[in-house]
């Protein structure tokens, strides 16, 4: 009867203690982790508040300007392929964020991204246009599939 | 004389004990508390370390009462190696203390 207990002492010790060296060899990662996170968190905070002046200024001056991409992609495969081909696509029209809408090529747009390969991870990955919207925020729908190299 | 020698040594040791033993599970708690491991490590580290001393001495009264009798009653034998335990679980809990702290500057283990 007591060797049992005995048994669960001492996997419950070894549990116990593979914890504590776990966590003694992870937590300077964990601690800048938190740290980086923490930073990340206030640069956000900051920039939000400088985004929300800004507004309110052009909000003054009557002109309409682009604010945002939305990036709607179709890509049936790796979620983080997926996040990785819309920071790609994000790439290339960051620059159109804060221009004047009247300013905007839609057709340099489509140019740019239709039929466009990109490579990611040694693949190859070809891109297409479903559609482009053009207004305050520019929503753009693209294709993306895995082609043989 | 030898338990006098055998009484610091687990007046040592336990505060010893308790600053490590106490900072590591803690460590551990922050760990899927989702806070920071080190620094919360450290944080106790500073707040348990008088705390660690008196578990050593087994409670803050019966030393008390020894010091009492030691000042007042001319017990100097029985004051001083009071004193000497006390300095014994102070040393092992600055010991702890020191262990957790230059763990921080130790980097990725």
Redesign the interface.
């Given at each position: 009867m007591k060797r049992p207990y005995s048994l669960i002492a001492f996997m419950g010790l070894g549990f116990?203690l593979g914890?504590?060296t776990m966590?003694?060899?992870?937590?300077?990662?964990?601690?800048r982790l938190?740290?980086v996170q923490h930073q990340l968190t206030n640069q956000i905070i900051d920039k939000d508040i400088k985004l929300e002046r800004l507004n309110d200024s052009i909000k003054k001056n009557n002109t309409v300007f682009v604010k945002d991409i939305k990036i709607h992609l179709n890509f049936e495969g790796n979620l983080l392929l997926k996040d990785m081909i819309e920071d790609n696509i994000r790439f290339f029209l960051s620059d159109l964020v804060g221009k004047e809408l009247a300013d905007i090529d839609g057709e340099m747009i489509y140019k740019i991204l239709n039929n466009r390969i990109v490579e990611i991870e040694n693949k190859n990955i070809n891109l297409s246009i479903n559609y482009l919207i053009i207004s305050e925020t520019i929503n753009i729908s693209v294709n993306a599939r895995v082609i043989d190299s | 004389m030898l338990a006098f020698y055998q009484n610091i040594l687990y007046n040592f040791f336990i505060s010893l004990g308790v600053m490590i033993g106490g900072c590591l599970f803690g460590g551990i708690a922050a760990t899927f508390n989702g806070h920071p491991p080190l620094k919360t490590m450290l944080d106790l580290c500073e707040k348990i370390k008088i705390w660690a001393i008196i578990v050593a001495l087994g409670g803050t009264f019966p030393s008390f009462k020894v010091l009492e009798i030691g000042i007042f009653n001319g017990e100097i034998r029985g004051l001083v190696k009071q004193v000497i335990y006390i300095l014994s679980a102070l040393l092992g809990a600055h010991i702890g203390y020191r262990l957790i702290y230059y763990l921080e500057s130790s980097g990725p283990l």
């Open positions: 116990l914890l504590a966590n003694l060899f992870q937590m300077h990662t964990l601690d938190y740290r | -």
